[in-house]
């Protein structure tokens, strides 16, 4: 009759056991049935009962008959929930969401709050570029020609100083290492002194 009058609610089949109010439960039946398997296609809730001064134990009622219940202990997983009523279990469960949605929060707003910081970095650099008018971009433009124009005519000089330039070739004095043979001294006659003596030969 006790367990009769205490609150009635479902309990999910999971892996981990008969979850309820986000604490995990077990009994040797449940682990005969197969409940907590991986290949388990049964029904995926059951109904329970629970005492609302202590979280340690709740019933299972498998059929509709009052008379028939199982009782399911916490698991080790859910230890730390241990001896407390299901009010203070309430109060912990709250207060685990407010921490978690607050923590949430706090990301979140340090997301924005950092894309709002690159924001104004981008406005601060785009504001400290200066400002060229047409006619200013345009004078930009042709110095930047000049200047390249400048710098090529440069290096054409630097190529053409360094070009290697080679002395005047110089005419070699050759001494020879014999000296020359002295024509043979001639014996002969000249001719007009040949006529002459002819001539005197003659009047004899």
């Known amino acids: 009759m006790r ?10 089949i999971t892996e981990h056991g008969l979850k309820l109010f986000g604490c995990y439960y077990s009994c040797k039946q449940a682990l005969d049935w197969g409940w907590f398997e991986g290949n388990y296609r049964g029904p995926r809730t059951v109904t329970v009962a629970y005492d609302l001064y202590n ?7 498998p059929s509709d008959s009052y008379s028939e219940f199982i009782p399911a ?3 080790t997983r859910s230890r730390a929930y241990e001896n407390i009523s299901m009010w203070e ?4 469960q709250d207060l685990r969401k407010d921490i978690a949605a607050t923590s949430r929060l706090k990301k979140r707003a340090g997301s924005v709050n950092l894309v709002n910081d690159l924001q104004q970095i981008k406005d601060t650099s ?14 930009r433009t042709r110095g930047i020609s000049d200047n390249k124009r400048d710098e090529r005519q440069y290096e054409r000089s630097k190529k053409i100083a360094k070009k290697p330039t080679f ?6 004095t050759i001494t020879p290492i014999h000296k020359e043979r002295s024509k043979p001294k001639s014996f002969k006659l000249p001719t007009r002194l040949k006529d002459l003596l002819k001539e005197d030969g003659s009047n004899d």
């Open 3 to 12: 367990v009769n009058l205490l609150p009635h609610t479902n309990a999910t």
């Open 55 to 61: 979280t340690n134990t709740i019933y299972l009622r």
């Open 73 to 75: 202990n916490l698991t």
């Open 89 to 92: 279990l309430w109060n912990y």
């Open 126 to 139: 785009a504001q400290q570029q200066p400002v060229y008018s047409k006619v200013d971009k345009t004078n």
């Open 167 to 172: 002395p005047k070739r110089q005419e070699a």
